[in-house]
Each structure stands twice: as C-alpha cells, then as structure tokens.
C-alpha cells in the first residue's frame, strides 16, 4: 500500500515536471512580418534590428522589426546561413565559396584555411569558425591555425548529406544535415554524439537555432518547425505559418521564422 | 584602255561586292552568336539546389547567362555558339550537381521566361 502511494506521488511529480516542460516550449503565434521582395535564408538578430540575407536579390539587409530595410549591403554572390559576433556579420557566399564579414558598414573577407564547394551555413564563436561545405557533405571547423573536419557523405550515424547550416553551442556542433533530414551533433574533435529529429520524418531540415535548453530545427519542405531539448527530446512541433522556412532566430522569448518561398517572417511568443 | 576600264570597275564591283557580303556574314554572326539551353531538372526543390546547379553551370565554357526556375525545375543557359557544350556534358554536371537531367533541348532563338511573359 505504501509502495503504491510512493508510486503516485512519483507519477504525479513527473507529469507535473513535464507539464512545466510543455508550458515553458509553448511557442504561440504572434504575427508575421512581410518582406516584400527578399528572399530571405538566414536570419540574426543585433538589437531590436533583423539581419536577413536576401539570396536571390545577392544582398544583405538590415530591417526593423516591421520588415521596414534600414541598410542594404549588395553584391554578394547567392548568400546563405549567415552569423553575428560583436556586431560583425558573417556572411558565406554559396557561389564565390567565400566568407564576408560586414563590420561598421566595411567588407572584409575572412580567411578560410580550406577549400570548400558551396558554403551554405556558417557559425562563430569567439575564435572557432564552423561552415556548412554542402558540395563537400561536411563540416570545417577552423580554430585559429588548426582545421578539424566533421563528417563525410554518407547516410550513417556521423556521415552528413548536403549540410545547409550549422551552429555552436556549449562546446557542441550542430548540424542542420539537410537531406539526411535529422541535426546531428558533434564534439570539436569531430566525434559524434546524437542525432536530432528522426523519428519526426523531416523531410529537409534546413535550419538549426541553439539555445541555452533547446534545438530548433525547420524543415523546409515540411513547412514545420520543431522544437527539441538539447537531447533531443521533442517538446513542440510548430507548423500552419510557414512556407519553406529556411531559419530560426531567437530573442527575449521571441521567435522569428524566416519563409523562402513566403518572404515573411514568422514571429512567435513563449 | 576600254577593255583596262571595263576590267577594273569589274574589279572594284567584285571587291564591293564581297565587302558587303562579308559585312552582312558577320551581321548574321553577330545575330546567331549564341545557342540557348533550356535544361529540366528533377528535384530541383529548395535554394540551395537551385543554387547549387547555377554554381556548377557557371563552369561551364562559353555559358554568359544562367537563370534558375526553382518553381519549374528549369534552368535556361546563353552560351556562346561557338562553344556549345554536349549534350552530354551538360547531363554530367546536372548529375554532379545531384539532380536528375529530364530533357535538355537546344534552340537558335531565346526561350521565353515565365517572368517575362
């Protein structure tokens, strides 16, 4: 009998733990901000600003959060999954396979220590540089003279299959590996570690976002977004707002999609 | 001397003659300078596809413009006439690309685009 109160008390406990877990993943609608003419991929945020690339227009742009542009950076050559850093904006250019970086409204080109094939993401964290080499089905991860590569074409645990974004987080790589439709994530020797997002049928999971306790994956051709813990136990599936997402950035409890084919983003609340 | 007139402006109207034929040969040249590709592609889904197939076109030799149709899975390329690659080739780099080559057609005349109607 004693046993069978304990026993409830512990089920009670867990279903009240989960039902906090649930409270705190609950993205709800917002609003959607239109884009007019951009053709929006990557998306980060720098104050109450939006950077966005504009892929098929070659251009970067900085717009507030009604979707009005601020600046215009052009002549980039088809830019994709883009990053910030102490205000620099990290731009991979897919065509030219080259880093920008926009710097107090200057262009910069950073110095890559490995060929690539089509750079579709890239992440930075203090001196760590990790692109998406979506021709190459890897990862290059660059710390200050030393290269590490992540993965190889294949369809096995640690073999990536066209990578379109990548992010770092607590020591960890993400990979958005597009046409595996899953994230999988990586040590900084290149080691894996788990696989986000198969069980979910993704059908191409374009974009990643880290936060401090979730992985966010979009998937583009699914027009969902889904919301894991960093072990990548599901917590939310978002979906009815999006046309294509491509990516995710999150701000003060605000989530912002971007949709290629919508040319919107999506905002959502906590 | 009747005859050395009559055989020069013979000459000079011969050698207008060719001039203008010339000009008008490279008139055409100019006219017929390039061949145009319409290629269909499977698969062609998202940008990075789309994007990817435009990046490996570009190598190819002689290619001046390239415009991608992710809707219709269509990729329309101007190359130079006298570079006009091989059917062949261009299934290559379509597989290459990692898509599958549908129909490849070749045309004198420009195709015209669905933005362009």
New interface residues.
């Given amino acids: 009998m004693i046993s069978f109160f304990i026993g409830l008390l512990v089920i009670s406990g867990c279903s009240e733990n989960k039902k906090k877990k649930q409270e705190a993943t609950n993205w709800k609608f917002s609003k959607e901000i239109p884009l007019g003419n951009i053709?929006p991929?990557g998306i980060v945020a720098q104050g109450n600003f939006l950077w966005l690339s504009d892929?098929?227009n070659n251009r970067i742009v900085k717009i507030d959060l009604d979707g009005k542009i601020i600046e215009s950076f052009d002549g980039f050559q088809?830019p994709?999954h883009i990053a910030i850093q102490e205000d620099k904006i990290y731009v991979p250019e897919?065509?030219s396979d080259t880093v920008k970086i926009i710097e107090n409204g200057n262009i910069s080109t950073l110095a890559q220590k490995e060929n690539t094939d089509?750079i579709?993401g890239i992440a930075v964290d203090e001196n760590t540089v990790a692109v998406a080499d979506?021709?190459n089905h890897r990862i290059i991860l660059q710390q200050e003279d030393k290269v590490t590569i992540l993965g190889k074409e294949g369809h096995n645990d640690g073999e990536l299959y066209?990578p379109?974004d990548v992010e770092i987080s607590n020591d960890l790589i993400y990979v958005a590996d597009?046409y595996n439709n899953r994230v999988q994530v990586f040590d900084f020797s290149g080691k894996y570690v788990r696989m986000i997002g198969w069980n979910e049928n993704i059908k191409?999971a374009?974009g990643v976002k880290v936060t401090d306790t979730q992985v966010i994956i979009a998937d583009?051709?699914g027009n969902r977004v889904l919301i894991y813990d960093l072990n990548g136990n599901l917590l939310q599936i978002v979906s009815g707002k999006f046309n294509?997402p491509?990516d995710i950035e999150i701000v003060s409890n605000k989530m912002y999609v971007v949709n290629?084919n919508g040319k919107s983003i999506a905002v959502y609340n906590k | 001397m009747k005859n050395i007139f009559k055989q020069t402006g013979l000459l000079v109207l011969i050698l207008l003659f060719s001039v203008t034929s010339s000009t008008e040969v490279n008139a055409q040249t100019n006219d017929q300078e390039f061949t145009y590709v319409k290629v269909e592609v499977k698969g062609l889904a998202c940008p990075f596809c789309a994007y990817g197939l435009e990046k490996k076109l570009k190598d190819v030799d002689g290619v001046t413009t390239i415009k991608i149709d992710v809707e219709e899975g269509l990729a329309y390329l101007t190359v130079l006439k006298s570079k006009k690659p091989l059917k062949e080739t261009l299934e290559k780099i379509v597989i290459d690309a990692g898509f599958t080559p549908s129909s490849i057609v070749f045309s004198k005349k420009p195709f015209t685009l669905k933005d362009e109607n």
């Fill in positions: 053709s991929i892929v098929d088809r994709m897919y065509t089509a579709a979506f021709y066209y379109t597009a191409v374009t583009f051709e294509q491509t290629y």
